[in-house]
């Protein structure tokens, strides 16, 4: 059984470019949540998906976006990057209505802005 | 709002030693509270989930608590090793599945 996917592991933009991430929830799983993970910090709430629906959004702001697909995969999208925007990306799955709600996270796409 | 605090940052014990790693936070109606582990440059893996319902959980030489009323839990690591050098997060989560983390106390075991 595949756990929570994450490509790419790694990728470095440009300030002012756009990037895309993606992610493949664990099997059996149908909400993906997105994490942003500054160095030496915890991760903060991007936002979550569920039904192809942005179902809550933490304080990020409108540059960042995202979708689910059909299968329950997901995209993150970033654009017009600042170098602030540098940091892991990590993706986390689960299952909405499951009784202990336990999120499983993916590896992470480490992004560097230049 | 829900705030979420790790102490200590780092701690640096001699293998074979019990210890306690620490999360307070703010709010306590939590869904429920979750314990993460980080290796560097790597994603999270979960260690132990405790819902709100409950006052522990245990996973091996891994022992976590739940104190809602007063906002804490600790994570108790017996025995250390080599092997857990490792930064540990403490995470609560809201009936949305929202999760609010801490910090993380990073630990370094030596032999």
């Known amino acids: 059984d595949a756990g929570v996917t994450q490509s790419p592991t790694h990728l470095i933009k440009t300030r002012g470019q756009q990037v895309t991430l993606r992610c493949s929830p664990k099997?059996?799983?149908?909400?993906v949540s997105w994490y942003q993970q500054a160095l030496g910090q915890g991760p903060q709430f991007i936002f979550q998906?569920?039904?192809?629906?942005?179902?809550q959004r933490g304080n990020f702001p409108d540059r960042f976006s995202g979708h689910q697909f059909p299968n329950y995969s997901s995209e993150l999208n970033v654009n017009a990057l600042l170098l602030g925007d540098s940091a892991l990306y990590l993706c986390?799955?689960?299952?909405?209505?499951?009784?202990?709600?336990?999120?499983?996270f993916g590896p992470g796409t480490r992004l560097t802005v230049t | 709002k829900q705030e979420v605090t790790q102490i200590p940052a780092a701690l640096s014990v001699p293998e074979g030693e019990n210890l306690v790693l620490n999360c307070s936070f703010t709010?306590?109606?939590?869904?429920?509270l979750q314990w993460f582990r980080q290796d560097p440059g790597k994603g999270l893996t979960s260690l132990l989930l405790?819902?709100?319902?409950?006052r522990e959980q245990t996973s091996g030489r891994l022992n976590a608590s739940l104190d809602k009323s007063s906002g804490r839990s600790t994570l108790y690591i017996a025995a250390s090793q080599p092997g857990d050098s490792a930064t540990y997060l403490c995470?609560?989560?809201?009936?949305?599945?929202?999760?609010?983390f801490g910090q993380g106390t990073t630990l370094q075991v030596k032999p």
């Open positions: 099997s059996g799983h149908d909400t």
């Open positions: 986390a799955s689960s299952l909405l209505g499951a009784q202990d709600y336990e999120q499983y």
């Open positions: 998906y569920y039904e192809e629906e942005e179902r």
């Open positions: 709010d306590s109606a939590i869904y429920n």
């Open positions: 995470a609560v989560s809201s009936n949305t599945g929202k999760l609010i």
């Open positions: 405790i819902q709100s319902s409950q």
